[in-house]
């Protein structure tokens, strides 16, 4: 196995709302597509990355995910667990109440409800850059894109627009003037953005958004 010092985070806090009835009963991150879990396709291929600690936060119905993972050992690397409570903390809180678990270098994150074929190299943030984003061609759900890239440089708008794929890697200090609590990741981004602080490239591989049952069941379909 590769060997890559970083630390990476997945997401997996979230209720799956648009993901209902499925998610009632199931934590989305173990809906199955491929014949796998959806969170199983991030830590293997994290794990294949060389990447060895891994944090996973909890909220909805984390119980089962826990369970499911238990410490990481059966894929070969050390997963931890950030519980937020019956209630997540969204994106940025979440991200912020795990930061004593990821430490303070720079880290991948990875939402668990897309699914990608990137291979999350060993990689440094450019200098002053608090943040690394992954954008993919807009998919039909999201035709406005999200952000424009000016060079390495992601901006907030821009004639030509991508979509933010739920991967980046962040440095901690981009939540040093955060107040703990339940709250997004993107104004934070947007502020960086501001102080040209945010990089990016775009990644042409497979992504998929798995936010319905029907893209859940289209992948599925593809991946067999």
Not at 4 to 19: C, D, P, S, V
Request: with cysteine; aromatic share 8%.
């Amino acid at each position: 196995m590769k060997e890559n010092t970083m630390k990476a985070m997945i997401l997996a806090a979230g209720r799956g709302e648009r993901m209902r009835p499925l998610t009632d009963a199931t934590p989305k991150p173990l809906l199955e597509v491929g014949g796998s879990t959806l969170i199983e396709h991030h830590v293997r291929a994290l794990a294949g990355a060389g990447i060895h600690e891994l944090v996973i936060n909890l909220a909805w119905r984390g119980k089962q995910i826990a369970d499911f993972l238990g410490n990481g050992s059966k894929y070969g690397i050390n997963i931890s667990y950030s519980d937020e409570g019956p209630e997540a903390l969204e994106t940025g809180g979440g991200i912020q109440h795990a930061l004593p678990l990821l430490g303070s270098d720079a880290f991948w994150l990875v939402n668990g409800d897309v699914y990608c074929e990137f291979d999350y190299p060993e990689r440094m943030l450019a200098p002053g850059a608090v943040g690394h984003l992954l954008l993919v061609p807009n998919p039909g759900h999201n035709p406005a894109g999200d952000f424009g890239l000016v060079g390495e440089r992601v901006v907030p708008t821009a004639p030509e627009t991508w979509t933010y794929s739920g991967i980046a890697l962040l440095d901690p200090q981009l939540f040093v003037a955060s107040t703990p609590g339940k709250f997004p990741l993107a104004p934070l981004l947007v502020d960086a953005m501001a102080r040209e602080a945010i990089t990016g490239e775009i990644y042409r591989g497979r992504w998929v958004d798995v936010g319905t049952p029907e893209r859940l069941y289209a992948l599925d379909r593809e991946l067999e």
